[in-house]
């Protein structure tokens, strides 16, 4: 089992920015694939970015492309998420998630929620106009 903390969540106004966390308690034997997903009040969960372990691999939702960056350090057991230029509707909750990999599936990424073996709590992001 593998438990996901995120963290960097805050209120700001638009246009400034914010860098959530998401710590893995554990490192997987193989490594594991990370995305964010985010689910504002009375909207379904939707994807946000994706990385692959190896970190070469990324992937952004159109609506975030150019002002937000998925990063990671594995050596932390640790992802990123900056976002910058952020607006009203960035407004939301925000989940990391994780997906243990097979060997060799180094430079895979998933979009689908339903792709991802681990859920954390998530970290509430709030953009004033």
């Known amino acids: 089992q593998v438990q996901l903390v995120e963290s960097g969540g805050g209120l700001v106004q638009a246009g400034e920015s914010l860098r959530l966390s998401c710590a893995a308690s554990?490192?997987?034997?193989?490594?594991?694939?990370m995305g964010w997903f985010r689910q504002a009040p009375g909207k379904e969960r939707e994807f946000v970015a994706a990385?692959?372990?190896?970190?070469?691999?990324?992937d952004y939702a159109d609506s975030v492309k150019g002002r937000y960056t998925i990063s990671r350090d594995n050596a932390k057991n640790t992802v990123y998420l900056q976002m910058n230029s952020l607006k009203p509707e960035d407004t939301a909750l925000y989940y990391c998630?994780?997906?243990?990999?097979?060997?060799?599936?180094?430079?895979?990424?998933?979009?689908?929620?339903?792709?991802?073996?681990?859920w954390g709590q998530g970290t509430q992001v709030t953009v004033s106009s």
């Open positions: 554990k490192r997987p034997s193989v490594g594991y694939a």
């Open positions: 990385i692959s372990w190896s970190g070469r691999s990324t």
């Open positions: 998630a994780s997906r243990q990999i097979q060997y060799l599936a180094w430079n895979i990424y998933y979009t689908s929620a339903k792709d991802y073996d681990y």
